[in-house]
């Protein structure tokens, strides 16, 4: 079978050893974070009738009247890992206004739910110190701790105080294993690349190593080269180089002594699907049109969300956020950015210039897979217009909806967001949304990202859609004026809720980055003093698109002065350089390595966007080292890393599929899919800013602070800028 066609079936998770005996010292084992309410409801939740708050560091929770079972009013805690045979204990103080009894809970969330403990707690206007033990009988990372309220004929108020669920064999954060030490790309090597795979194994000198094919034939062998101790994962590792086998087949394992690799394919082309896969993934999460089971398949198929539709508010006529302006804009279309249903400026201007990029490089390296129309299984896929453009464009045009209207005040200027008042439940399909939407206040980031993305979009539609193109410019051109007469309107570092803050108060890398999109567009020298920044290796993100200004010259040599671009060209190749060092001398082929020590959210677009500007080195120079280097650093996403985890959804055994998303939730409703082949996982991340993370990862190697959890937003989401910067690397591997 090849790595293709197994897909998801057989996706596997990094595991959680359970059944250990019990240490004496189990019980200091704290399961519940924030269980004095010190950080305030942090990790906490409450029914949506049950509204509550943290008042002298106790969370005190308005109980209604009127309910009849007591699940209908609770106050709780999710995402608790249980192991399975082992007892736990539960602490807390408790009061209420009124005499009533209420159930203490403790119990996976998911069904089939069989409690560890259920009791009944009479509660009184004294507060009361009780404890209950119970035994789990099922291993999960999604438990519950909830006090069960409902059912009281008269409102009162409870209150909770030093909640604590001790107990379990592994402590927090430990007891993980992570399958094979052989670490191999899981999907499959280019017929024609290197071929290396990672090897935790704790001796000092070479062990020997043996290829077998599909049938246990072995087809190579040799020894390995000792890498040693790696920094980021803590793992000694060896390197197992197999390059001279190029037969092409299905099914090799990599042995070293007793330890066998997850399959894997050796393809002349193993990434032509993956160039598809990463692409449509925009497709699947298209706002304001129906994803029709004729493209995605019925399990994908889903009403078109936010159209005005009840219960949905729609995205046709969107007000703005009380106290930021007096009207309502039509800002529908666009791509959902994460797992989330939000729409965001500098996300999507940035995701959709990678797209554009794509298109630019096939235009000048001849590739012609990169130009077709049809490439892709999207409603536009045969209107003569290359898809990967299609795509784009139905980014922009969102874009250009965010522009404020001419008549109204900081005209020209863009909105820096839109998203719901409050953040949705787990699942809920964009078209069951019931929360009002807002458009946030315009910033003056966003509105030169969309001066950027219009610039390029204007150039680029020249040849497709010459009034399309126009009106690109136009708001191009417009954003840029609004923005200089409106420099310091920065997005704010909110606690934002129903949507990311996405806050940014150093603009400069954005006129810059704008100023040459606009300047290789129009030629108009205004723009080329404007162009103030460099690559440096920190690279790009949404949040830094200086760099992108030496890509674009270096992308359109011709558009700008020479010693622009020999200084771009430099700088890109030097950047390059440093990247493919980094890779080299890591135990697992990672062109990002943080200064820091700590993998930061979204990690692994930090690997893409770093293979990303390598491959353009190998662009501007044809040496075979930095193809070799963008081939590597896919084996990385691909499993050869130190969670032997292929962050892409689809490819791989033990592929990541429980990404944070709101429609691609099968983990907690077995009637929805898990996410389409080709979604890439945000990746390791140091800071675990979600309860799923917290509770299961604490202490964990940077390069290990991941889990494939739903809940996990912090180190398991998806989002549209990671997906671009996916699409390109693919698409760079993929052309021949």
């Known amino acids: 079978m090849s790595a293709r066609s197994r897909l998801l079936a057989a996706c596997l998770p990094v595991v959680l050893l359970v059944g250990f005996a019990t240490p004496a010292h189990a019980e200091t084992y704290e399961r519940v974070l924030n269980g004095t309410f010190a950080a305030g409801k942090t990790s906490w939740w409450s029914s949506g009738n049950t509204p509550s708050a943290v008042e002298s560091e106790r969370l005190c929770a308005d109980v209604p009247a009127g309910t009849v079972n007591p699940w209908e009013s609770m106050i709780g805690q999710n995402d608790i890992p249980f192991e399975a045979g082992q007892p736990y204990t539960l602490r807390f103080t408790a009061s209420a206004t009124k005499p009533v009894t209420v159930r203490a809970v403790v119990a996976p969330a998911d069904p089939p739910s069989t409690s560890t403990l259920n009791k009944l707690v009479p509660l009184t206007a004294e507060p009361k110190a009780f404890e209950f033990t119970g035994t789990s009988t099922k291993a999960t990372t999604r438990g519950q701790v909830a006090i069960q309220a409902g059912g009281a004929k008269e409102a009162y108020t409870l209150c909770l105080d030093d909640v604590s669920l001790t107990g379990g064999a592994v402590r927090p954060g ?28 704790a001796a000092t000198t070479p062990v020997g190593w043996r290829l077998r094919d599909a049938a246990g034939a072995v087809v190579a062998s040799g020894d390995t080269t000792v890498k040693g101790d790696d920094a980021m994962s803590g793992d000694h590792v060896h390197i197992a180089d197999f390059s001279r086998l190029r037969t092409v087949g299905t099914g090799y394992t990599l042995a070293v002594g007793a330890d066998v690799s997850e399959p894997f394919d050796i393809a002349k082309s193993p990434y032509d699907a993956l160039r598809r896969d990463s ?90 897979e990169g130009l077709r129309d049809g490439l892709l299984a999207i409603p536009e896929q045969a209107n003569h217009v290359p898809d990967v453009l299609d795509e784009a464009r139905w980014e922009v045009e969102f874009l250009l909806k965010m522009q404020v209207p001419a008549d109204k005040p900081l005209a020209g200027m863009a909105h820096h ?35 950027a993305a219009g610039a390029q979009c204007a150039r680029i539609w020249a040849l497709w859609d010459r009034a399309f193109s126009q009106k690109c410019l136009t708001a191009a051109e417009t954003a840029w004026q609004a923005a200089n007469a409106h420099p310091d309107l920065y997005a704010p570092d909110e606690d934002s809720v129903g949507g990311g803050a996405y806050d940014d108060t150093d603009v400069s890398d954005e006129f810059s980055w704008a100023a040459a999109e606009l300047y290789a567009t ?99 120079s044809f040496r075979p080292g930095y193809r070799a280097a963008v081939l590597e650093s896919m084996d990385y996403l691909l499993g050869r890393n130190g969670l032997n985890q292929s962050f892409i959804s689809g490819y791989g055994e033990r592929a990541s599929h429980n990404q944070h998303h709101r429609a691609w939730a099968h983990q907690i409703n077995p009637a929805l899919p898990s996410p389409p082949p080709g979604s890439l996982a945000g990746g390791p991340n140091s800071g675990l800013q979600d309860p799923v993370a917290q509770q299961n990862l604490p202490g964990c190697a940077p390069a290990k602070c991941y889990i494939d959890d739903i809940g996990s937003w912090s180190t398991n989401e998806v989002a549209i800028n990671w997906n671009s910067s996916l699409a390109w690397v693919a698409a760079f591997v993929d052309a021949r």
């Not at 790309?185 to 194994?201: E, I």
């Not at 800002?331 to 995701?351: E, I, P």
């Not at 953040?423 to 910033?443: C, E, F, I, K, V």
């Not at 993998?599 to 353009?616: E, L, R």
Request: charged share 20%; with cysteine.
């Open 417 to 451: 967001k839109i998203h719901d008042l409050a953040w949705t439940a787990h699942p809920m399909m964009p078209g069951n949304d019931p929360q009002p939407r807002y458009l946030h206040a315009p910033s003056t980031a966003a509105t030169l990202n969309l001066a």
């Open 522 to 620: 129009t030629g108009k020298r205004t723009y080329l003093g404007r162009i103030t920044t460099k690559l440096t290796p920190a690279g790009f993100s949404w949040k830094d698109t200086g760099a992108l200004a030496d890509l674009t010259i270096a992308r359109l040599p011709e558009r700008f002065p020479i010693d622009r671009v020999v200084l771009a060209r430099k700088r890109i190749v030097s950047v390059a350089d440093g990247y493919v060092r980094d890779l080299g001398k890591q135990g697992y082929p990672n062109p990002s390595l943080p200064t820091d020590g700590a993998y930061a959210w979204g990690s692994t677009s930090a690997t893409t966007n770093a293979a990303m500007v390598i491959g353009m080195a190998y662009d501007l």
């Open 174 to 201: 430990g007891g993980w294993t992570y399958g094979s030490p052989v670490r191999v790309n899981q999907f499959g090597y280019a017929a024609s690349g290197d071929k290396r795979a990672s090897v935790v194994n």
């Open 279 to 368: 692409l449509e993934y925009f497709y699947h999460n298209r706002s304001g049109i129906p994803i029709d089971a004729k493209y995605v398949g019925d399990a994908y198929a889903r009403p078109a969300g936010h159209v005005g539709v009840a219960p949905n508010k729609g995205d046709t006529s969107v007000p703005c956020l009380p106290g930021t302006c007096d009207y309502s804009l039509d800002v529908s279309g666009g791509w959902y950015d994460a797992g989330d249903h939000g729409k965001y400026v500098v996300n999507g201007a940035l995701a959709a210039w990678q797209l554009m990029d794509t298109y630019e490089r096939s235009l000048r390296t001849l590739d012609f």
